[in-house]
C-alpha cells in the first residue's frame, strides 16, 4: 500500500479519476436483487469484507511512506465474481481509511494496484479456465487460486514499483539490483493463502465459489455399462 506523500498530486487525481468509473461499472454490475433476496450471498460478501479488512490490517509499515500487506483478492474474486469483489475491496479500503491506517487521498491509487488488478488478473485466469472446460478439479484449483494470486501479487509489485519510480518522490533502495530475489517470499506466501482457502472451499463448501462450475468438476465419473 502506498501513502500519499510519496506520490505527486497528478498521479493521486488520475488514480481517483480512473477508480470512480470503474467501481460506478462494478456497482452498475453488481447483482443486488440477487443479493438482497439471498441472505447466504449476504453472508459471504459481509465475510469477505471483514477477512480482507483483517488481513489488510496485519501489515508492516515503513517509514518511507509504503506498507506491505498481503492482497487475498484472488480468493474474493473467486467467491464473490469481480463486481462484488472490487465492491468488497472498496468497503475494506473505507474500514481502513476510517482506522487512519490508509491515506484517503491514494485510495484511487491503491484501489487501482491492489483492488482492480488482481481482480483484473483473477478472472482473466478464471475465464481461460472456463473456456478450455477441463474436468479435473485441481485444474480450477491451481490455475484460478494458486497461479492467479501469485501473478496477482508480481504485477502488483512490479506496478506499484513502476508508479514510484516514474513519481521521482519514493527513495528507491540501494538494493533493488536484489529485489528479484525476493520476490519469492513474497509471491510464494500470497500464492499459498488464496489457494490453500480456494482449495478448503471446493473441498467442504463448493457452492460458497461463484466462479466454480460444479456440474462438471463434481459429477460422478463416467464408466463403460457393465455386461
Same mark, same amino acid.
Given at each position: 500500500?502506498?501513502?500519499?506523500?510519496?506520490?505527486?498530486?497528478?498521479?493521486?487525481?488520475?488514480?481517483?479519476?480512473?477508480?470512480?468509473?470503474?467501481?460506478?461499472?462494478?456497482?452498475?454490475?453488481?447483482?443486488?436483487?440477487?443479493?438482497?433476496?439471498?441472505?447466504?450471498?449476504?453472508?459471504?460478501?459481509?465475510?469477505?469484507?471483514?477477512?480482507?479488512?483483517?488481513?489488510?490490517?496485519?501489515?508492516?509499515?515503513?517509514?518511507?511512506?509504503?506498507?506491505?500487506?498481503?492482497?487475498?483478492?484472488?480468493?474474493?474474486?473467486?467467491?464473490?465474481?469481480?463486481p462484488l469483489a472490487l465492491v468488497g475491496g472498496l468497503i475494506a479500503q473505507l474500514g481502513l481509511v476510517a482506522l487512519g491506517r490508509q491515506d484517503a487521498m491514494a485510495m484511487g491509487v491503491n484501489g487501482l494496484l491492489l483492488i482492480a488488478l488482481?481482480?483484473?488478473?483473477?478472472?482473466?485466469?478464471?475465464?481461460?479456465?472456463?473456456?478450455?472446460?477441463?474436468? =479435473?478439479?485441481?485444474?480450477?484449483?491451481?490455475?484460478?487460486?494458486?497461479?492467479?494470486?501469485?501473478?496477482?501479487?508480481?504485477?502488483?509489485?512490479?506496478?506499484?514499483?513502476?508508479?514510484?519510480?516514474?513519481?521521482?518522490?519514493?527513495?528507491?533502495?540501494?538494493?533493488?539490483?536484489?529485489?528479484?530475489?525476493?520476490?519469492?517470499?513474497?509471491?510464494?506466501?500470497?500464492?499459498?493463502? =488464496?489457494?490453500?482457502?480456494?482449495?478448503?472451499?471446493?473441498?467442504?463448501?463448493?457452492?460458497?465459489?461463484?466462479?466454480? =462450475?460444479?456440474?462438471?468438476?463434481?459429477?460422478?465419473?463416467?464408466?463403460?455399462?457393465?455386461?
Open positions: 500500500m502506498i501513502g500519499a506523500q510519496v506520490l505527486s498530486d497528478h498521479t493521486l487525481v488520475l488514480g481517483w479519476l480512473a477508480y470512480v468509473p470503474l467501481l460506478a461499472w462494478a456497482l452498475w454490475r453488481s447483482p443486488w436483487l440477487e443479493l438482497f433476496a439471498d441472505r447466504r450471498r449476504q453472508h459471504l460478501l459481509f465475510g469477505t469484507v471483514f477477512a480482507l479488512f483483517a488481513l489488510w490490517l496485519v501489515r508492516r509499515d515503513f517509514d518511507t511512506g509504503v506498507s506491505y500487506h498481503f492482497i487475498g483478492m484472488t480468493a474474493v474474486t473467486l467467491i464473490l465474481d469481480w488482481p481482480v483484473l488478473v483473477t478472472e482473466t485466469c478464471a475465464l481461460l479456465v472456463e473456456r478450455a472446460q477441463p474436468k =479435473n478439479l485441481f485444474v480450477y484449483i491451481f490455475c484460478s487460486g494458486f497461479f492467479a494470486a501469485a501473478l496477482a501479487a508480481l504485477l502488483c509489485l512490479l506496478a506499484s514499483l513502476g508508479l514510484l519510480w516514474a513519481d521521482g518522490l519514493f527513495a528507491m533502495p540501494e538494493w533493488l539490483e536484489d529485489f528479484v530475489g525476493y520476490l519469492w517470499l513474497i509471491i510464494f506466501p500470497e500464492a499459498f493463502i =488464496n489457494g490453500m482457502v480456494i482449495s478448503a472451499l471446493v473441498v467442504f463448501c463448493p457452492e460458497w465459489l461463484e466462479t466454480f =462450475n460444479r456440474t462438471r468438476y463434481l459429477q460422478a465419473p463416467w464408466k463403460d455399462d457393465e455386461p
